[in-house]
């Protein structure tokens, strides 16, 4: 295991001063480097470690903000702020290049490999920047299976791997479908992994009695441990 060294970034994008955290491995070499985008509730500290284990692996990793600092407990406030953000592909984007530019920013990245994993709301955005024909080496996205503007998807140059629970009534059957004809019409190199009996938000462990959960959301400890082996995998893969 490598030593990580994190520190907390600031830098604007969608209005808002976003606070993420970036997490470097020991040494001085350039290293392939990670978004990691956070679910629709925001960045926490549950978010915030993703980055620092793949730092441990010996990625340059940012774990990107989409609030402004904020993390919504309260799901009517997260679907008032993250339900006009999936409807504007463009600030979307906008999001995902500023955070990029953190990314890029840091002289231990390696410009040259550089992969995208989200997570809800986070996997959007990373996806929106495929669609974009930003120069990733990987797409992976978690319960965030959004379809994008018809034929922007022809845009991404890189293998998209996308996982979802089956149980998902937020990413159903027929989202999922969408998704898939959507990245196929596009002749893209795409995977889908549906883990079974998994609902909405599988991935992410109970915060505590402060938070809400919308109905159909649920952690599943035995898939969250495999979704994380697939991200894994996936960033082996294509970033060497």
Do not use: K
């Not at 149980?167 to 019409?185: G, H, S, T, V, Y």
């Not at 998994?198 to 009695?209: N, Y």
Request: hydrophobic letters at 45%; one cysteine or more; aromatic letters at 6%.
């Amino acid at each position: 295991m490598e030593t990580v060294t994190t520190r907390t970034v600031e830098y604007p994008a969608d209005g808002l001063t976003m606070v993420g955290r970036l997490a470097v491995p020991a040494g001085t070499d350039r290293r392939p480097a990670v978004l990691i985008g956070p679910e629709g509730t925001g960045l926490n500290d549950f978010q915030r470690a993703r980055a620092d284990a793949l730092a441990e692996l010996g990625y340059v990793a940012l774990a990107f903000d989409i609030h402004g600092g904020r993390w919504f407990s309260d799901p009517d406030e997260m679907l008032a702020r993250c339900l006009p953000l999936l409807d504007d592909p463009d600030r979307m984007r906008e999001i995902g290049r500023a955070a990029l530019g953190v990314l890029l920013a840091e002289p231990r990245t390696d410009p040259s490999r550089i992969a995208g994993i989200g997570y809800g709301t986070g996997g959007a955005v990373v996806l929106e920047l495929g669609r974009a024909g930003v120069d990733l080496r990987a797409i992976g996205t978690i319960n965030g299976l959004v379809t994008g503007r018809p034929g922007e998807a022809a845009n991404i140059r890189c293998p998209v791997w996308a996982g979802v629970g089956s149980e998902d009534p937020i990413m159903p059957a027929a989202q999922r479908d969408a998704f898939a004809a959507e990245m196929q019409a596009a002749g893209v190199d795409w995977r889908l992994t549906v883990y079974g009996g998994a609902l909405h938000a599988f991935h992410h462990p109970p915060v505590g009695p402060e938070q809400r959960l919308l109905p159909g959301v649920g952690y599943h400890p035995v898939h969250a441990e495999r979704a994380w082996r697939d991200v894994v995998a996936l960033l082996a893969d294509n970033l060497g």
